[in-house]
């Protein structure tokens, strides 16, 4: 409290008197975090969320990047199997803690590095070093400090800071596993509320305009006006009349009785004068800027067709999820597997469910893989998510009976193929000399 009452006696003596009743706006600032907008609606990590075209955007990608599962895999000498056994992968797959499945914590971690720029989960260890759980943390009560160990050497720790509950630590990087976006040094990530603050104060702004012309019966603002001069008392009386005659949804269109030579006057501007439709549709698409998402995703299906919704799903995929993904995977495998671990397991996501096409693409891939000889019978039906046929029936691989295997260039001539000395000769020159 000594370093916040002395920031507050410079910053007083600086600006002037600030009280309780009228703070200034850096007190504000202090206290609830974020900041006023051009267009005048206060814009923080929480407020932002109150823009319907910024949450969906976030809740799009929050909910996608936490729908994939993320199993760690065990690498073999070709290929690689699920690591079933291994503790991070019951973490990861299974269950981060007692009250989140993986869904939530990994949508909860990512709301957070959308809105905050970097979301962080605490990592708990057992005695063996072993990870047994992770549980999110709230972005504005942890700061990474970066430290110089030695000539070229720097170290990462977390400071975690909760007034509320009076708990005040440090912690070292495999207790912390962080998520982050771009950033401007490797640790944090830029903010999107922060740096989008202008751009969600202006779509917060339509929106409170759009109520306050609502709520005064769908016309813009006007005057009473009239040639005689009225007392301040009349005219107090004039304008608490006129409000409680027709300000509001339940009072719009009443019919108006002017006395006294009073003449109303139009003084604000209609919408379509505005532009207030074409605001809120511009606004859309700026948040999908912001967030790198195609419109569609957040409900905008202006220019999306059915010949080419598939083609920006795969779109979304490899340029707003692909991204996100390899952070998760990445920092999974550096904050959760020890550098022994490493070179064995990975982590990696199964994006099956988003590029998988229609049924009838799906069974056309299907017959492709299955007649060329990649495809089992069994593997079809893994992908679809059913058993294996009884028997074994579902093992065989089946090949084009036109089709053999290409000779190396060193193996031998086979029976019945042509002879290398002799045009149209079969004998395979085993009888021949040049």
């Known amino acids: 409290m000594g370093f916040f009452r002395s920031v507050l006696s410079q910053r007083a003596s600086s600006t002037g008197a600030s009280g309780v009743a009228t703070p200034e706006k850096w007190v504000e600032e202090w206290f609830t975090g974020g900041s006023s907008t051009a267009s005048g609606p206060w814009v923080s990590e929480d407020t932002a969320l109150h823009y319907s075209p910024f949450f969906a955007g976030v809740n799009a990608i929050a909910t996608d990047v936490g729908k994939l599962p993320l199993p760690l895999y065990e690498r073999l000498e070709r290929g690689k199997r699920r690591a079933r056994e291994h503790r991070v992968y019951r973490v990861l797959h299974d269950q981060p803690n007692e009250i989140m499945p993986p869904v939530v914590f990994k949508r909860t971690l990512q709301g957070h590095a959308l809105t ?84 969600i104060g202006m779509g917060l702004a339509t ?4 109520n306050s012309f609502f709520s005064n019966g769908a016309r813009p603002g006007g005057v009473l006006k009239t040639a005689k001069k009225m007392s301040p008392e009349g005219h107090k009386r004039l304008q608490a009349d006129w409000e409680n005659l027709h300000r509001g949804l339940d009072r719009a269109q009443r019919v108006a009785i002017l006395e006294e030579g009073l003449e109303w006057q139009d003084i604000g501007i209609p919408p379509e004068d505005a532009q207030f439709l074409e ?19 957040i409900g905008d299906l202006e220019r999306a067709t059915f010949s080419n919704i598939e083609w920006q799903s795969l779109e979304y995929l490899q340029d707003t999820l692909l991204g996100w993904l390899v952070t998760w995977e990445q920092y999974t495998n550096m904050r959760l597997l020890t550098e022994r671990e490493r070179p064995r397991f990975f982590a990696e996501h199964i994006v099956d469910a988003i590029t998988r096409g229609d049924l009838k693409s799906r069974y056309e891939a299907y017959a492709i893989g299955r007649n060329w000889g990649w495809l089992s019978g069994d593997d079809i039906r893994e992908r679809e998510n059913e058993n294996p046929l ?7 691989y089946l090949v084009p009976l036109n089709m053999q295997p290409a000779p190396a260039p060193n193996d031998p001539p086979q029976p019945g193929r042509a002879c290398p000395v002799h045009p149209g000769c079969t004998c395979n020159a085993t009888e021949h000399t040049t």
């Not at 509320?164 to 830029?190: H, M, S």
């Not at 929106?207 to 759009?210: A, K, M």
């Not at 009884?390 to 065989?396: A, K, L, S, V």
Request: glycine content about 14%; aromatic content about 10%.
């Open 116 to 199: 905050w720029g970097t979301g962080y989960a605490h990592v708990l260890r057992n005695g063996r070093g072993e990870v047994t759980e992770v549980w999110p943390i709230r972005p504005d009560r942890i700061t990474p400090e970066v430290t110089r160990t030695g000539p070229g050497k720097l170290k990462v720790t977390y400071r975690y800071v909760d007034d509320v509950n009076g708990i005040y630590t440090r912690l070292f990087p495999d207790e912390v596993l962080p998520i982050g976006g771009l950033g401007y040094d490797g640790i944090r990530g830029y903010s999107v509320v922060k740096l989008a603050r202008q751009s």
């Open 207 to 210: 929106e409170q305009f759009g």
């Open 279 to 297: 605001t809120r549709k511009l606004q859309v698409n700026e948040m999908c800027r912001w967030l790198r998402l195609p419109p569609h995703k």
């Open 390 to 396: 009884p028997d074994g029936r579902g093992e065989t």
